[in-house]
């Protein structure tokens, strides 16, 4: 558990800079660019996340599982082909949808959206896409490596300093112009990630092909999971492009992201946790898996509780940090808050149904959470604009993790809702 603990603060340390970097991105972009034009840049970001979602197959939490596991076996002698499998098969994928995208999206624009000035920044920030792929697989590979600080600046530190840098130096009034930082940013986290790669990867004499077949099965339903993931996440914000406006787009994009500042400290004892769930459990150490787990989810809610309170208590304040027209999104940002602290309540649920070989109980509680998801949406948008589309996302994002701490009692035999027993 020291490993844990240790590998949680650093991993802490990271997180908070990831949190702040992004949120100062936000208010970078809504203040430099205003609600419209922020709105394109917003929706053009989420549509890029997506096709870079399906373009990885459901690698991620795959590498993370063979690679620990590899790792932990002391031989080390496959990671190197399942880290050439996994970067080729996300790389030609995600190639072959952005050339598709590009062809389409005049038409996707006129057909779904209808936002104007939206088809030149959609059309930039594609070419993104596969670097964006490839950057989050090698944040994954090192996570599997228990490179836990460098598989987050990857993640998620790198991309939005970077624009905030090149920003610096020429500010941008139009979002086709931050779209342009943006795919510069992809590049450079991508470069830092494959040098982390280099620099981390055990070095071995002889490397034995991993099994495409047993990667290839293990990833069908993590990739059922991330891409219904991603409309969890992001349907809420592409219905509301499609039957609101760019701004109503850019009110609820920076609202999700504030609200998504209480899970930061989640992420941080997930890219922990992850890898130690697939060893624990590849070793048989059933009772090492319910400890961890429990501890978790404890030290999620202590360092949590407050700023979910802080929060809730000056909704108004933070988002006018956006800009004034922002603080009407102060409620949307209340429901949001609540959905997230449901997230961090439940633990790592879904990391840990995957790391332990359940990878179908979490396609289908995804999937099941999907469904609640746009459904809700399809009903309230239309009718409640912005607050609907919070409503949405929120039940979406705690049904999720309801329907996972179910399944984590059923197939692993305890309640991680009862982390006070840790």
């Not at 090698?138 to 460098?150: M, N, R, T, Y």
């Not at 990739?223 to 609820?252: C, E, P, R, T, Y």
């Not at 399944?407 to 840790?422: P, T």
């Amino acid at each position: 558990m020291k490993e844990m603990l240790l590998g949680s603060l650093a991993g802490l340390v990271v997180k908070v800079l990831a949190a702040l970097s992004l949120f100062a991105l936000n208010v970078v972009v809504t203040r430099a660019l205003g609600a419209h034009e922020a709105g394109l840049f917003f929706l053009g970001f989420t549509l890029v996340m997506i096709i870079a979602t399906i373009g990885r197959l459901g690698l991620d939490q795959a590498v993370v599982r063979f690679i620990a596991r590899d790792r932990e076996s002391k031989t080390s002698n496959q990671i190197h082909s399942i880290y050439v499998k996994a970067t080729s098969w996300a790389f030609g994928l995600t190639l072959l949808l952005t050339l598709v995208f590009l062809l389409s999206a005049e038409a996707l624009n006129d057909t779904l959206f209808k936002l104007s000035g939206f088809t030149p920044v959609f059309e930039t920030m594609l070419l993104a896409t596969p670097f964006i792929a490839l950057y989050i697989v090698h944040a994954h590979v090192l996570q599997g490596l228990k490179q836990i600080s460098k598989s987050m600046l990857v993640a998620s530190v790198f991309l939005p300093i970077v624009i905030l840098i090149q920003f610096g130096v020429l500010p941008a009034v139009y979002a086709k112009y931050m779209a342009g930082y943006f795919v510069i940013a992809s590049i450079v986290t991508l470069l830092l990630g494959k040098y982390f790669w280099a620099s981390s990867a055990p070095v071995v004499e002889t490397s034995s092909q991993f099994s495409s077949a047993i990667l290839r099965a293990t990833c069908m339903p993590l990739w059922i999971v991330a891409v219904v993931h991603q409309v969890i996440q992001w349907s809420s914000q592409i219905m509301l492009g499609m039957w609101s406006d760019a701004q109503s787009v850019a009110f609820f994009a920076t609202a999700q992201r504030t609200a998504m500042l209480t899970s930061f400290i989640l992420f941080a004892v997930n890219a922990i946790a992850a890898p130690k769930f697939a060893a624990m459990h590849a070793s048989g150490d059933a009772a090492g898996v319910k400890r961890l787990a429990l501890m978790s989810v404890k030290g999620m809610m202590i360092l949590t509780v407050p700023v979910t309170i802080f929060i809730l208590l000056f909704p108004s304040w933070l988002m006018s940090l956006f800009g004034e027209e922002f603080r009407n999104a102060a409620t949307a940002l209340m429901i949001l808050v609540v959905g997230q602290f449901i997230n961090i309540a439940t633990g790592s649920v879904g990391h840990l149904l995957a790391m332990t070989g359940h990878e179908t109980k979490v396609r289908d509680n995804m999937i099941a959470s999907g469904m609640v998801a746009v459904g809700l949406g399809v009903v309230l948008i239309p009718e409640y604009n912005l607050i609907g589309a919070s409503v949405a996302y929120a039940c979406g994002v705690a049904s999720q993790n309801l329907l996972g701490v179910y399944q984590v009692k059923k197939y692993l035999g305890f309640n991680i809702l009862c982390f006070w027993k840790a």
